[in-house]
């Protein structure tokens, strides 16, 4: 099992391109979410997906495209990269049934960097 | 909207030494609590959690009780290693949302 898997682990862009970060689980998860995180500060959620062809907006989703095809990739569009954008991105998963408190696991994190 | 709040770090300790690191939570009803952790260049990683009023979540030393009359999730160690120096995230799930809010984070810097 590899878990949750994030490529590239590092990029630089310029102002204006674009880029897909992407996220892949093999633990047939049903819920996928993508989380930045800046210096010093906790994670923000991005987008979500609670299944193959479902997606929703998180708290910041502005700048970002996500979709979901398969159960195993969750890849998050960048269209427009601006410095804002600068930040760790994390990819997690999780297997939810009912009720709340199940784990969510996370990939290594993708490092990018807008000049 | 549900939130939580994290002691600022960083917090340095001598090794051997008592650790606590408060955190307080605004929500609606008893969500489940967690402690996640995050070593440098990883990813974030469950440390414990719980998941009702007064439980106890436990791992590797570590200790958090739920208690729901100060609305806090304080993260506690007898006695902390080298290794124990990390980035720690207190969470609970949004409401409405199957995901997490995420505190600031406390980075735990342990010292020889």
């Not at chain 1, 990029?11 to 996220?23: A, E, F, P």
Request: proline share 5%; hydrophobic share 30%.
């Amino acid at each position: 099992n590899a878990g949750v898997t994030q490529t590239p682990k590092f990029r630089i862009l310029k102002i204006g391109q674009s880029m897909t970060l992407q996220c892949t689980q093999d633990m047939n998860h049903n819920y996928m979410y993508w989380y930045r995180q800046d210096p010093g500060m906790g994670l923000k959620l991005i987008y979500y997906s609670v299944g193959a062809g479902i997606t929703d907006k998180g708290e910041v989703p502005n700048g970002y495209n996500v979709s979901r095809s398969t159960t195993e990739d969750f890849p998050l569009r960048l269209e427009l990269a601006a410095p804002s954008q600068t930040s760790v991105y994390f990819c997690a998963s999780s297997y939810h049934t009912s009720g709340s408190g199940n784990e969510q696991f996370f990939g290594p994190g993708t490092r990018l960097t807008v000049l | 909207g549900d939130s939580v709040t994290q002691m600022e770090g960083p917090v340095t300790l001598s090794e051997e030494a008592f650790l606590t690191i408060n955190c307080t939570y605004t929500a609606t009803g008893y969500p489940s609590l967690f402690w996640y952790v995050q070593y440098p260049g990883e990813g974030l990683q469950l440390l414990l959690k719980a998941t009702k009023a007064d439980d106890k979540g436990s791992n590797k030393g570590f200790e958090a009780t739920y208690r729901k009359e100060t609305t806090s999730f304080h993260l506690e160690k007898g006695s902390v290693q080298v290794s124990d120096s990390a980035v720690y995230f207190c969470a609970l799930p949004y409401t409405g949302r199957r995901a997490l809010t995420f505190g600031s984070g406390t980075r735990l810097q342990v010292q020889p």
